[in-house]
């Protein structure tokens, strides 16, 4: 049975009028994505000499669950198209960055960001365990190959973050959420599903992990840390 006040609070509802409740959405963890404008071109030109990689290099075990990992050198053996899309992730680093100026506030980021790189194979089976990038300002993931058949809708293996609050809303009261946009997944993860062509950039310290693949290709993707030069 419930308390007069909680009663009260039943009769006061009327009265908490949404129109006129202000929200501020404090503390965001951005995620931000692009598709390269020739993706196509590169996708091709990259999985050739991914494919090539792997067959001569034994590769490294980190946060890999199966599957290939290359060294973190992968632009000293990617040749062009390596090149190409480690600028486009310094290129779109920079447009989401802003550097405080003592004299002129913020000011748009044109950086010489320090890198490193390394390419994923995953076959079906495979995936990472929960990880964050320490040292590095930015982190990205560009999908080579996303390993789904033309009309599969589902092969697994998505990229998962891990909500950097905790996971105490979900512990405390798993069936309450918050009614406020972008706050529904409080104490849960967020999922992106790979999309062949796309990068992907969110901040280094972010937990993330990557689901179980399931698909009958591979999965091909380039991991990127960035770390900007006043760092080091």
């Known amino acids: 049975m419930s308390s007069p006040i ?35 071109r590169l996708c091709r030109e990259l999985t050739e000499v991914i494919l090539a990689h792997e067959a001569a290099d034994p590769g490294v075990s980190h946060s890999n669950q199966g599957g290939w990992q290359s060294q973190d050198d992968f632009l000293a053996w990617s040749g062009e198209a390596g090149a190409e899309l480690v600028a486009f992730a310094i290129a779109f680093a920079n447009r989401m960055s802003a550097v405080l100026d003592p004299a002129h506030g913020l000011v748009a980021a044109d950086l010489d960001w ?37 009309g599969e809708e589902d092969c697994g293996g998505e990229l998962e973050f891990l909500d950097p609050r905790g996971s105490m809303p979900l512990m405390l009261a798993p069936s309450i959420k918050m009614r406020i946009e972008g706050c529904l997944l409080a104490g849960l993860r967020h999922q992106v599903s790979p999309k062949s062509g796309t990068l992907v950039l969110f901040p280094s310290w972010l937990l993330h992990q990557v689901a179980v693949f399931t698909g009958k290709r591979p999965r091909i993707s380039i991991a990127i840390n960035l770390v900007p030069p006043m760092a080091g």
């Open 6 to 40: 909680h009663q009260r609070a039943r009769e006061a509802a009327a009265s908490v009028n949404s129109d006129l409740v202000q929200i501020a959405k404090i503390f965001p963890t951005p995620l931000a994505s692009i598709v390269h404008p020739e993706a196509e």
């Open 114 to 150: 320090a890198f490193n790189a390394w390419a994923n194979v995953n076959r079906s089976g495979h995936g990472n365990v929960s990880h964050a990038h320490p040292g590095a300002y930015w982190s990205a993931v560009y999908w080579v190959d996303d390993g789904r058949e033309p």
